[in-house]
């Protein structure tokens, strides 16, 4: 028995000590692991990134003027053809190019569209508490508008500044009220600086409808989507209902009819 004792004490020193010896090199792994990324992403942080060849974005920008070239050269021939080609090719790089910067310009508007809708209800509360808190709505409106940035932000610091500098509220809001859904709350901004009245509870009430707003408007968009997933799983569905409950059918019917003949 004291050798069996001794045996499992032994096994169970080794198992220990081997334990260690794992985990101590493990840790020196990942520390060696560690060193050599930081140096990798030193490395290529400092270097310039080679930029990889875009077939593509190559075939995409440049194939429709190649067509339009070779379109030339197959239809007129000869050197006709080519400049006709050059030509053709030189329009529609023109044409895709002016589309593209509307599309791009047409991409931009709507995602500060976006951004700005996103942000009016926050910013409605943060100037209804800078209000309450006791600053005047100019200067509550310079404060979170520096405070939050983006599209609404930017307009709030930015008709904060001109009212400052002795310009008219109508004016100095009139870029807020052409967001959507802000034009009350620009309203609201202009009579309280041509009149002083109190805007605390009012931008509070506007904030509590722009989240009301912003909710149903996620609810539609939340319908749509169950709506729009609803018609593939349908789609899905069809064909083994024609199998199941269709088919049977016509084929019963068809061979109660060619069997009667």
């Not at 429709?64 to 070239?69: H, T």
């Not at 520096?146 to 004016?171: F, I, T």
């Not at 009430?205 to 939340?222: K, W």
Request: hydrophobic letters at 55%; charged letters at 20%.
């Amino acid at each position: 028995m004291n050798v069996v004792h001794r045996l499992g004490v032994v096994l169970c020193v080794v198992a220990a000590l081997g334990w260690v010896v794992h985990e101590v090199a493990v840790r020196r792994r990942e520390r060696a692991l560690l060193r050599r990324l930081s140096a990798v992403l030193e490395a290529v942080a400092e270097k310039p990134a080679e930029r990889g060849v875009d077939v593509r974005g190559a075939v995409g920008r440049w194939g429709p003027s190649m067509g339009a070239v070779c379109a030339g050269y197959v239809l007129v021939g000869g050197a006709a053809g080519l400049g006709l080609g050059l030509v053709a090719a030189f329009g529609v790089w023109r044409w895709r190019r002016r589309t593209r910067a509307a599309a791009d310009v047409a991409s931009s508007s709507e995602a500060a569209h976006t951004q700005a809708r996103r942000q009016l209800p926050l910013a409605a509360d943060l100037l209804a508490a800078c209000i309450a808190a006791g600053a005047d709505p100019v200067r509550a409106a310079r404060a979170v508008g520096e405070s939050l940035g983006g599209p609404v932000g930017e307009v709030l610091a930015r008709g904060a500044a001109q009212v400052r500098l002795g310009g008219e509220p109508r004016a100095a809001w009139r870029q807020l009220a052409s967001i959507s859904g802000a034009g009350a709350l620009a309203g609201l901004l202009e009579r309280a600086g041509d009149s002083g009245a109190p805007a605390a509870e009012p931008v509070a009430r506007l904030a509590a409808e722009a989240r009301a707003e912003r909710g149903r408007a996620t609810a539609a968009v939340a319908r749509r989507a169950a709506v729009l997933i609803t018609a593939p799983v349908g789609l899905c569905f069809l064909p083994a209902f024609v199998a199941i409950g269709v088919l049977p059918v016509v084929i019963g019917v068809a061979g109660g009819l060619l069997g009667g003949r």
